[in-house]
């Protein structure tokens, strides 16, 4: 399942990162494998999101989100 597929209040484990030119950036932002993260919010129109990662929120847009592979908790 894609972190872009969570519903807001889900809560999911980081199984992978996709390679490509983002994966690096959200590494860096803390999205690693095997670390939590919660859907918080969602805009209006859907596009960015809202993830909580070890207690800060992260805004992503739904095409990064779609780089990083998530399993339920």
């Known amino acids: ?24 950036k959200l590494m860096e932002m803390g999205c690693i494998p095997g670390t939590p993260l919660k859907l918080e919010f969602r805009s209006p129109g859907g596009d960015p999101l809202a993830f909580n990662i070890d207690g800060y929120v992260l ?11 998530v399993e339920m908790e």
């Open 1 to 24: 399942m894609k972190a872009s597929e969570l519903q807001i209040g889900q809560t999911a484990r980081i199984v992978e990162i996709i390679e490509g030119y983002s994966s690096k």
């Open 59 to 69: 805004g992503l847009r739904i095409s990064e989100a779609e780089n990083i592979i």
